[in-house]
């Protein structure tokens, strides 16, 4: 698993370097790194749909959650001040799933929402596994900024295997998406 998340990682570091590489990539039949990414979405894709049955959400509010990377959970007093009202508030800019682009969304969709208190935390999890993929590319955006800064410039190919080789950086990536496929898989048991 640690090789096919690798090369998940080596992706989304070509992405960060060029918006363009996932097309080319699509376009050439690529048989090394799509197949692993393509392994990668179908672990977080699975884990969120059994999330998703255990939350029985609306249309709209899972079209927000879809769209909005940012996720916050509020408590608020309701009208009486004495009783908790639990929301989901969501922001961000939408983007496109596959190459990481924003884009504008065609109809307003409301960005606050009140959710059951049990529930907050299932919110939570389901919008991490639905925007860890696009989470992951800014964190690959950041280490290639971080690069850039110690390093006179390089071409992409040098680029994203100086990134591949900070071995504590991609590791601590894999740790972390351990993590959320074991929280999602403890949740839906």
Not at 12 to 23: F, H, Q, R, Y
Not at 49 to 70: M, T
């Amino acid at each position: 698993m640690k090789e096919t998340f690798r090369s998940f990682v080596e992706l989304l570091v070509s992405i960060a370097l060029d918006e363009d590489v996932m097309t080319a990539l699509e376009r050439a039949n690529d048989d090394l790194l799509l197949p692993q990414m393509k392994r990668v979405d179908g672990m977080i894709t699975d884990n969120r749909k059994r999330l998703l049955h255990k939350l029985h959400i609306g249309q709209v509010l899972k079209a927000a959650l879809d769209s909005f990377p940012e996720i916050s959970v509020v408590t608020e007093l309701k009208k009486d001040g004495e009783t908790p009202a639990f929301k989901v508030r969501l922001s961000g800019k939408a983007y496109n799933k596959k190459t990481m682009k924003p884009y504008k969304m065609p109809n307003k969709v409301p960005q606050e929402y009140t959710v059951d208190q049990q529930k907050t935390q299932w919110f939570s999890l389901y919008h991490s596994l639905q925007h860890y993929k696009y989470h992951t590319y800014l964190m690959c955006k950041d280490e290639i900024a971080s690069m850039r800064v110690q390093t006179v410039a390089l071409g992409q190919e040098e680029a994203v295997q100086k990134c591949l080789q900070n071995g504590a950086w991609v590791e601590g990536l894999f740790d972390r998406f351990g993590e959320l496929i074991n929280q999602a898989q403890q949740a839906c048991r």
